[in-house]
């Protein structure tokens, strides 16, 4: 079963605007973490933001913030006043224990975020 | 230098050789990770090794070998290439402590196999 859905393969923001791309996520752990990662198309993976399950606020780092309903097993990223660099694609992912006791990330399939002048 | 090394940076190789992707990581970290990327499926595991000695199967392992020769080197094998083995491959580091311990992503090696 997918452990992190990205329901959303493609968007299109107008620059300045904010834009929430979706993260579902499903573990019957109690202490997970959630991640945010941007992909240019130069390929690299940009760390954005950081959930933790114990969390009571959501995160914030500059122009990015995470929404997370921990009920609703959601954690959306929102990236306010976009801008052209912003375009990339990106992944959410989740923390959590292997079969083996080990922890290690575990990926959604990604949004294509696309911000238009 | 960047912290997590990955070469080559691109490879073209043809079905059936046996190819090796090579990392190493300067974070002093003890954690090290493959993963595959391919386009509409996110990243997945391929191996985790925590030390030297403890190297585990990730979720799509078949067709790979791992090999740690160190606390900063792990390498990815494809014993026998194959045409779906093209992708895009990272190596990632991370180290103890709290769950929100930032990983490291190298810059990923382009492989396609003809």
């Known amino acids: 079963a997918q452990k992190i859905t990205q329901t959303q393969p493609g968007m299109f923001v107008q620059e300045k605007e904010a834009v929430t791309l979706d993260c579902t996520y499903d573990t019957s752990d109690q202490s997970y973490g959630l991640f945010w990662y941007k992909q240019p198309s130069s390929g690299e993976m940009i760390f954005l933001i950081y959930q933790g399950s114990y969390d009571e606020q959501n995160a914030t780092e500059g122009r990015y913030s995470l929404n997370f309903q921990k009920a609703r097993k959601s954690a959306n990223l929102v990236i306010s006043a976009s801008q052209l660099g912003d375009s990339a694609m990106y992944f959410c992912a989740m923390r959590e224990f292997m079969d083996t006791g080990r922890r290690a990330l575990t990926f959604g399939s990604g949004t294509r975020l696309q911000v238009q002048p | 230098d960047a912290d997590v090394t990955q070469t080559p940076r691109n490879r073209i190789t043809k079905t059936g050789k046996r190819i090796m992707l090579e990392c190493s990581q300067t974070k002093g970290h003890d954690r090290m990770y493959w993963y595959r990327q391919d386009p509409g499926l996110g990243l997945r595991l391929i191996y985790y090794?925590?030390?030297?000695?403890?190297?585990n199967k990730g979720e799509i392992s078949d067709g790979y070998s791992v090999s740690r020769q160190a606390q900063a080197k792990f390498s990815l094998s494809l014993e026998s290439a194959i045409p779906n083995q093209t992708a895009l491959y990272f190596c990632?580091?991370?180290?103890?402590?709290?769950?929100?311990?930032?990983?490291?992503f190298g810059s990923g090696t382009r492989l396609t196999v003809v």
């Open positions: 090794s925590f030390d030297v000695k403890d190297i």
């Open positions: 990632a580091t991370s180290g103890p402590g709290p769950i929100n311990y930032g990983y490291t």
